[in-house]
């Protein structure tokens, strides 16, 4: 995470806000009906703009997200994914963009097993 994103994401003021905002979502994600697990700002945060509340604050510039969502949401710009003619995967420009993308799957992965574990009888 960038620095100055670092101080804003740990403030007392923003946790307080995006938990209400997933509880008001019923942490269901925005974009496909999954478990939502990030509070996602439409318009990113950058060092112009996260002293304005009207951005960081403002409900109708968040979204609830899953993992996966997020991931293409914040993939989009810089990774260029290439399909060959069966429809697989043929190459993916941008290495350190996959590895975050292979690290955030198994992070779900070991969040849904421990989910699996509680659910069961
Ligand atoms: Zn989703
Ligand atoms: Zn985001």
Not at 4 to 28: D, H, I, L, N, P
Not at 45 to 54: F, L
Not at 79 to 96: H, L, M, S, W
Request: hydrophobic share 30%; with cysteine; aromatic share 10%.
């Amino acid at each position: 995470m960038k620095e100055y994103a670092r101080t804003f994401y740990k403030g007392k003021k923003w946790r307080e806000c995006s938990a209400a905002y997933m509880a008001s979502k019923q942490y269901v994600c925005e974009r496909c009906g999954g478990v939502a697990v990030i509070c996602h700002h439409r318009r990113h945060i950058t060092p112009a703009n996260i002293t304005d509340p009207n951005i960081t604050y403002n409900w109708g510039n968040l979204e609830a997200l899953c993992q996966d969502c997020h991931n293409k949401e914040h993939m989009q710009k810089n990774t260029k994914i290439i399909f060959d003619d069966a429809g697989q995967v043929e190459k993916v420009k941008d290495g350190a963009q996959v590895r975050d993308f292979k690290q955030a799957c198994n992070h779900i992965d070991a969040l849904l097993s421990k989910f699996d574990r509680v659910e069961s009888p």
